[in-house]
């Protein structure tokens, strides 16, 4: 699997900003569009074949960054690059495994939130 980046719920300058602060990293970099949102991260990355859709997923929720085939150093570098680029921790992450693969978007998003906040406390 090519190492791919998705990205949810990017302005159009916050895409822009993104792109320029992964493109040394040669990454590829999706946005996803409103219309993707019930593909599963698995085949939006190109993981999985399946689509597996998810009726109903289209709603928007906040800004996420999903990281598909990377290795742990791969990721430290794309953190920081978006640290770096000014993407703080209002940006939610996560990195695609077997469990969520077959996920939404917003699925993903919702988990990760959740997680958030429970590390938060």
């Known amino acids: 699997m090519k190492k791919t980046v998705l990205l949810y ?17 040669k990454f590829a970099v999706k946005a996803v569009k409103k219309e993707e949102y019930h ?7 190109g993981l999985t074949d399946e689509q597996d859709i ?3 997923d289209i709603e928007e929720f906040g800004r ?23 993407f703080g921790r ?3 992450k996560a990195v695609i495994t077997p469990t969520n693969a077959s996920w939404s ?11 958030h906040k429970l590390m938060q406390k």
């Open 9 to 25: 719920n990017f302005e159009e300058t916050e895409l822009a900003k993104a792109r320029r602060a992964l493109l040394p990293l």
């Open 64 to 86: 996420l960054v999903v990281m598909g085939g990377f290795l742990s150093s791969e990721i430290d570098k794309l953190l920081a690059a978006l640290r770096k680029a000014g």
């Open 39 to 45: 593909l599963s991260v698995g085949y939006l990355t």
């Open 54 to 56: 998810k009726e109903g």
């Open 105 to 115: 978007g917003k699925e993903l998003y919702e988990e990760i939130h959740k997680e």
């Open 90 to 92: 209002d940006v939610l």
